[in-house]
């Protein structure tokens, strides 16, 4: 009987560690150059801390609204560490059923960046990676938050449709999820 307990739980410790190793490792994050990127910004009347901690609470992705070359997101699965923390990987599952792996790079009090890989849409094959990018600074009426978009093409002649791609679809998806956190923001506040 013993023996079977043992067995069991060998059997339960290598599935865990089989399930974390199945994670495909990420590539490795890009000069500058190599990336078709995409940066928009809104500003809320709010100091640093203050609108740092509101978008901490309401993430832009509750803000962005599908297109038709862009999935509606229906789910997030934590598969390493604690989401929000360097380190940590989420799966992303789209209404598609199709999947992308997303982790945490930094998380400081100004500023947020993670890598998007293994994406399993059809536009995902022409992509390497990509690697995105909230920073938060303070300017004159408030406080700016950036969302950098950066997308490493997979193959070189893919660069081309990949900054159409990003000019013409995925830069209004991110003006739309910024402005939809700062009319949450806005209506969050008395009077």
């Known amino acids: 009987m013993r023996m079977l307990a043992s067995a069991v739980a060998f059997f339960a410790f290598t599935s865990v560690v089989a399930a974390e190793v199945a994670i495909p ?34 993430p832009v992705t509750d803000f962005v ?42 998380s ?25 990018k909230f920073e938060a600074q303070p300017v004159e009426s408030g406080t700016a938050i950036n969302w950098s978009y950066n997308v490493k093409p997979a193959v ?3 660069r081309p449709s990949i900054a159409s791609f990003i000019r013409n679809d995925f830069a209004p998806f991110m003006e739309g999820g910024l402005q939809g956190l700062s009319a949450a923001y806005t209506a969050s506040q008395p009077g």
Do not use: C, M
Not at 39 to 52: G, K, Q, R, S, Y
Not at 68 to 90: H, M, Q, T
Not at 108 to 126: A, D, H, K, L, V
């Open 108 to 132: 400081t009090e100004s500023e947020f960046s993670y890598q998007i890989w293994n994406i399993q849409t059809s536009s995902g094959r022409f992509i390497n990676h990509i690697y995105g």
């Open 65 to 106: 609204e599908p297109t038709d070359r862009i999935p509606e997101i229906a789910g997030f699965e934590v598969l390493k560490g604690n989401w929000g923390e360097p380190g940590s990987i989420r799966r992303v599952t789209f209404q598609t059923g199709e999947t992308a792996l997303e982790r945490v790079l930094t």
């Open 156 to 158: 070189f002649f893919a």
């Open 25 to 58: 490792a990420p590539p490795d994050l890009a000069s500058a150059s190599k990336y078709q990127s995409n940066t928009e910004t809104i500003v809320l009347n709010a100091p640093l801390a203050e609108a740092w901690q509101f978008w901490r609470d309401n």
